[in-house]
């Protein structure tokens, strides 16, 4: 039975729109993508020193379980030449489960909800306007009272449908 997941996307090297777009037609073999924000051009976190990245949200029924999703997401990062050499560093492309229905995960590999889910703006912002009302299911809180109650400073713009 599909289940509805919501992924992130970003890039902040080379075409970023371009790798976003590039991810978003490879994720279509993962699952249907039912909808996907705007694209947002957003301040790094962390690591300062680098691009600024552009972001978008994705809402996806897929029938993979969540640690085969996540082997997809990783494959397409792979196929569009993401290196890992960085902690929180520039990359071509990255994919982050943000919610897998209303499951919650915690291994070594893999964290449902995505443990900065509901610190980001740049990952909140993109998922209100697709999902405003998905609700966290550890803090039970919809995306847009996250969102509402957020601190992050950091800029998030759009840049475009």
Not at 20 to 28: G, I, K, S, T
Not at 112 to 129: A, D, N
């Amino acid at each position: 039975m599909p289940i509805t997941a919501y992924i992130g996307l970003g890039s902040n090297i080379g075409d970023k729109r371009g790798n976003c777009l590039q991810a978003l037609e490879l994720l279509c073999r993962a699952g249907r993508v039912k909808r996907v924000s705007s694209y947002y051009c957003t301040e790094p976190v962390g690591n300062r020193d680098q691009e600024d990245f552009v972001n978008a949200a994705v809402e996806l029924e897929t029938g993979l379980s969540p640690v085969q999703l996540l082997t997809a997401c990783r494959a397409i990062e792979d196929a569009l030449g993401r290196r890992r050499s960085v902690h929180w560093g520039p990359r071509t492309i990255d994919l982050d489960i943000l919610l897998y229905g209303d499951q919650v995960i915690e291994s070594t590999n893999l964290t449902i909800p995505h443990p900065f889910l509901t610190s980001r703006g740049f990952v909140l912002i993109p998922l209100c306007e697709i999902a405003p009302q998905v609700v966290h299911p550890i803090v039970k809180k919809t995306a847009a009272q996250l969102l509402h109650e957020l601190k992050d400073p950091h800029r998030v713009v759009v840049c475009g449908p």
